[in-house]
């Protein structure tokens, strides 16, 4: 056989083995790394946060912080709002509470390469996409910022934009309006069905609780979430957003779409 044509067969081969979900295919999944996880154990069941320092370092390291310093185990769920938001983080279990740490200053937007970006729809700010599990948008100018999208984690805050602490909370819905409003921090990637079980209120009559905190990395290592996410500038993901512009059109929003995570084979 020539050799030109033994190149082509092969060739053809890893298409059909890419197609068929075989060792070709493995390239659409990546691990989510365990010192990027966040754990929360409600008292409705176990929220998992992918981390994202290179939105917010400085709110990444104080969530972390806090979760080893035990600061937010057992503390209510104090505002939960159905399509909007679920609230918590307070040490005072109400709005205004702070830990003894200093307030923080905000971190609305990031610098950006747009290294890994996967597009998803124009707008008039610049690209939507997403960035690891995030949706974000980048205005082409290097500069990004979260989209307030259905399992976006954030910093609460007072009236001052400097006024970040402890609070934190997990978007039940989206809330565009809040973009380069409060810094984002987090993605969650596993639990939506135990945040959609959050007792609703302000406050709620009988408030859930985070349980107990912790960053993934330091529980014992059955313990820990082994996850994985669909690479969003793969081809798995590619399809799945042509798919969803086919069928939506004009209409499709960033919101719309999601960055699919399962467990990793053998959890």
Known sequence: MKRSRRRRLAGLAALVLAFAGGPAAARDWLPLPEDRLLVIDTSRGRLVIALQPEFAP??????????????????????????????????????????????????????????????????????????????????????GWGAYCTGVVGMGRQ?????????????????????????VWGQLVQGLDVLGAIA?????????????????QDLPPAERPRLEMMDPTGPAFTRRLAEARRDRGADLGLCDLSVPVRPRAGS
Do not use: C, K, W
């Open 200 to 216: 609703p209120g302000e406050p709620p009559a009988t408030p859930d609780r985070m349980v107990r905190v912790r960053p993934a």
């Open 58 to 143: 400085q709110a990444v390291e104080r969530v972390l912080r806090l979760s080893r310093e035990g600061v937010y185990d057992g503390l209510q769920f104090h505002r939960v709002i159905p399509g909007f938001v679920a609230q918590t983080g307070n040490p005072n279990n109400r709005d205004g509470g702070v830990s003894s740490h200093p307030d923080l200053p905000p971190e609305f937007t990031f610098r950006t390469s747009g290294q890994g970006f996967a597009a998803a729809r124009r707008a008039a700010e610049g690209s939507e996409g997403f960035l690891g599990p995030n949706p974000v948008v980048l205005d082409g100018r290097g500069r």
């Open 159 to 183: 009236e001052g934009i400097r006024t970040a602490n402890s609070e934190i909370f997990i978007m039940l819905a989206p809330a565009r309006r809040l973009d380069h409003d409060y810094t």
